[in-house]
Antibody
């Protein structure tokens, strides 16, 4: 059974930092591309970043609003992907989900964690 | 920048009725890269359809997807009580990156 469990969310002041973790199991994590998606309260879904597998060079890509502030990394020995968030702003307040890319033929996001809430407020 | 526009924003229907949700992209995209999701309050999105028309594992056959080019749709043939939720389309495009539509809420009439 595929499982992904996010952790690390919480309340942080504007300008602060936070690191989210997503621990995965039940699939070949080493070969998987992993993404992060967020959802502001009462709003829709927003893709924020990707990390490819080691075979893909562990290349990362980000949406413009977080580029330069957020960094995605992975530790294949722990089946875990991370989201380091720096210089946080109030508009970063959201539930953050990690999601697995299904395959290189369709690129849908097939499995998601339950999400972790990040609140940026003074 | 690709924009996905979903319509209607909200639709009010009764159990047993059918629903057709639309997702229009601002430029022609590969149907292989279009997916649909269902999200209920307090839950993560669930993949329903990938490759514009293939049902994900465990998804009932009352859900179907179709479309090509810039126009895609999700059809729910007969709404069950558990189908009342928000539905999103998602498009993968090169960069790589993904774009979501803004969502369609299917509510009970």
């Amino acid at each position: 059974e595929v499982q992904m469990v996010e952790s690390g969310g919480g309340l942080v002041k504007p300008g602060g930092s936070l690191r989210l973790s997503c621990a995965a199991s039940g699939f070949n994590f080493n070969a998987a591309w992993m993404t992060w998606v967020r959802q502001a309260p009462g709003k829709g879904l927003e893709w924020i970043g990707l990390i490819k597998s080691k075979g893909g060079g562990e290349t990362t890509d980000y949406t413009a609003p977080v580029n330069g502030r957020f960094t995605i990394s992975r530790d294949d020995s722990k089946n875990t992907v991370y989201l380091q968030m720096n210089s946080l702003k109030s508009e970063d307040t959201a539930v953050y989900y990690c999601a697995k890319v299904r395959s290189m033929s369709c690129y849908s996001l097939d499995y998601w964690g339950q999400g972790t809430l990040v609140t940026v407020s003074s | 920048e690709i924009v996905l526009t979903q319509s209607p924003g909200t639709v009010s229907l009764s159990p047993g009725e059918g629903a057709t949700l639309s997702c229009r992209t601002s430029q022609s995209v590969s149907s292989a890269y279009l997916a649909w999701y269902q999200q209920k309050p307090g839950q993560a999105p669930r993949l329903l359809i990938y490759g514009s028309s293939s049902r994900a594992t465990g998804i009932p056959d009352r859900f179907s997807g179709s479309g090509s080019g810039t126009d895609f749709s999700l059809t729910i043939s007969r709404l069950e009580p558990e189908d009342f939720a928000v539905y999103y389309c998602l498009q993968y495009h090169s960069s790589p990156s993904w774009t979501f539509g803004q969502g369609t809420k299917v509510e009970i009439k």
